[in-house]
């Protein structure tokens, strides 16, 4: 069964860090573009950053650069989201989803075929 966990959420402090986790089971991510999303409460869900299969090409949202990293371990088959500088707009249910690249492509923010269960962030002092 292929699936998708996400962890390492939580409750952080204006201006503080946390690191995100994707870890896959039943498939390797070698092949997979991965991506991180996001949804508040109340709004739509949207793109944070995505990878290659390589992990050689990165997209982000504008909101997000310079402060957020994403990362893959292919050998750990797990992808990272490091984020820094963290704001309470940044609130939400993270996920992370993947989709099959036949080639080492620029990674897209549609298209994903898997999405994991999602992990809260909460921004708050």
């Known amino acids: 069964q292929l699936q998708l966990v996400e962890s390492g959420g939580g409750l952080v402090q204006p201006g503080g860090s946390l690191r995100l986790s994707c870890a896959a089971s039943?498939?390797?991510?070698?092949?997979?573009?991965i991506g991180w999303f996001r949804q508040a409460p109340g709004k739509e869900r949207e793109g944070v950053s995505c990878i290659s299969r390589s992990g050689g090409r990165t997209n982000y949202v504008d909101w997000v650069k310079g402060r957020f990293t994403i990362s893959r371990d292919n050998a750990k088959n797990t992808v990272y989201l490091q984020m820094n500088s963290l704001k309470p707009e940044d609130t939400a249910i993270y996920y992370c989803?993947?989709?099959?690249?036949?080639?080492?492509?620029?990674?897209?923010?549609?298209?994903?075929?898997?999405w994991g269960q999602g992990t809260q962030v909460t921004v708050s002092s």
């Open positions: 989803a993947a989709y099959h690249d036949p080639a080492d492509y620029y990674p897209l923010w549609t298209g994903y075929e898997y």
């Open positions: 039943g498939f390797t991510l070698d092949y997979y573009v």
